[in-house]
C-alpha cells in the first residue's frame, strides 16, 4: 500500500460497482481516502457503507514457452473495510497533514498553509481495514517440464516506475533551490518513489 | 484503455465491492477480461452483471504554493458495461490472440500453442462498453493569483513506467536471439509500452 501513489477504490451502489483511482495514505490498519468534498462515492463510503481498496505494482512481463504460461510479475494488495468521514478538525488536519509527508516528506513547511476554503473542499474518509489479501509473482516463467527444449527466447522483462528531473514551473526564480525532498538521496527504503517507484539518479 | 497492461474491474456482489486488477484487452468497443475459469468474480460478471472497469496512468506529482492545490497529473478512464462469458471455441481463441498481441505482437506464432487444458483453464468475458469518462490533468500546478509570489520551489516531477533489459531464464541458450518485438524500434507509437510505458533505449 505504502509503495503506490494512487488507488482504486471499489463501491458498490444500488448494485452497480464503481472503480475510482483515489490518492491515498495509511495511519496504521487504516487507509485514509482523498478526495473532493462533494465526491458521491467517496461521501457514500463515508456514510459507513463498505469499499474494496485495490493496489497493483506492475514488475514485469513474463515470456514463457507456451501461450498459457505467460504472465505479468505484479504485487497487489487488496483491503476490505467500511468508511467513516472525518469530520473533527484535528483528526482531519491530522490526515492532510499525512497525505503531504507520504507524498513529499518536508513539503508540508515549504507552501502556503490550508486556506478554511481549501480545509472545507476537501473530503478524507477513513476505512480501518476489517480483511485483506496480497498476491505477488515474481521471477521466471514456469514452464512444464516437457516444453523446456522448445526453441524459443524465454525470460522476463522487467518494469518499473521512475520519477524524472524535476520542471520548475515559470513562476519559481531560476535561482531557487530544488527542496531536498526532490533529490534522490533523501527518499527512504520505505518510501513509495524507491519501493514501488525507483527514483532514477 | 489500450496503453495500460492492467485494468482495476470493479464487480457488486450482494451490496460488496470488489477490486481485481485484470489483463484486458480490446475488440472495438468491448473490452476483453482474461482470467481464471473459476474465478469467481470473473464468472459473476460473465454471467451479464454490471462491471466498472478503470485504468490510470500516473504522469507526474504536481507541487503548487498552496497544500490545496497540490495534485497530480494522470489519465484516467472508466468504463461502464456488463460482462458476457465468451464460449464460443472461435471467438474465445480470437481473443486469446487479441491478448497475445497486446502484449507482445508476434509472440503468439513463437511459443508451443494452448493445449486443451489450458484453453479450458481461462476465461474471457466481454464487456460491451455502455458509458464512459476519461480524465487528464497535465502541465503545471494551478495557484491562485495571490499565491504567485510565495517563495518556494513549484514545479513538475514527471513520472513514467518504463520497461528494462530483457532477462533470459537458465533453460534459453545463450545463443538465442532476442525477439524482434523485445527490440526498441519494433514497438510502435500505439503500442502501450509507448504511450503509457516509454521503452527505455
Request: proline share 8%; glycine share 8%.
Amino acid at each position: 500500500m505504502d509503495a503506490a501513489l494512487v488507488c482504486h477504490v471499489g463501491y458498490a451502489i444500488d448494485g452497480q460497482p464503481y472503480v475510482i483511482p483515489t490518492l491515498h495514505a495509511r495511519d496504521g490498519d487504516t487507509i485514509l481516502l482523498h478526495g473532493h468534498a462533494k465526491a458521491r462515492t467517496l461521501l457514500h463510503a463515508g456514510a459507513g457503507n463498505p469499499v474494496c481498496i485495490a493496489v497493483t505494482h506492475v514488475d514485469g512481463l513474463v515470456l514463457a514457452r507456451s501461450i498459457f504460461n505467460h504472465s505479468i510479475n505484479y504485487r497487489s494488495a487488496t483491503l476490505y473495510g467500511a468508511g467513516r468521514l472525518l469530520t473533527g478538525r484535528d483528526e482531519k488536519m491530522d490526515a492532510l497533514f499525512r497525505f503531504s509527508e507520504k507524498l513529499l516528506p518536508g513539503r508540508w513547511d515549504d507552501v502556503r498553509p490550508l486556506t478554511e476554503q481549501g480545509f472545507a473542499a476537501t473530503a478524507i474518509v477513513a476505512v480501518d481495514i476489517d480483511d485483506a489479501a496480497a498476491k505477488i509473482r515474481e521471477g521466471m516463467p514456469k514452464d512444464e517440464p516437457e516444453d523446456l527444449g522448445f526453441p524459443t527466447w524465454v525470460g522476463v522483462v522487467p518494469m518499473r516506475q521512475v520519477l524524472e528531473a524535476p520542471l520548475a514551473d515559470e513562476h519559481t526564480p531560476p535561482a531557487t533551490p530544488l527542496p531536498g525532498y526532490l533529490a534522490v538521496p533523501t527518499a527512504s527504503p520505505g518510501d513509495w518513489r524507491w519501493a514501488g517507484a525507483t527514483q532514477e539518479a
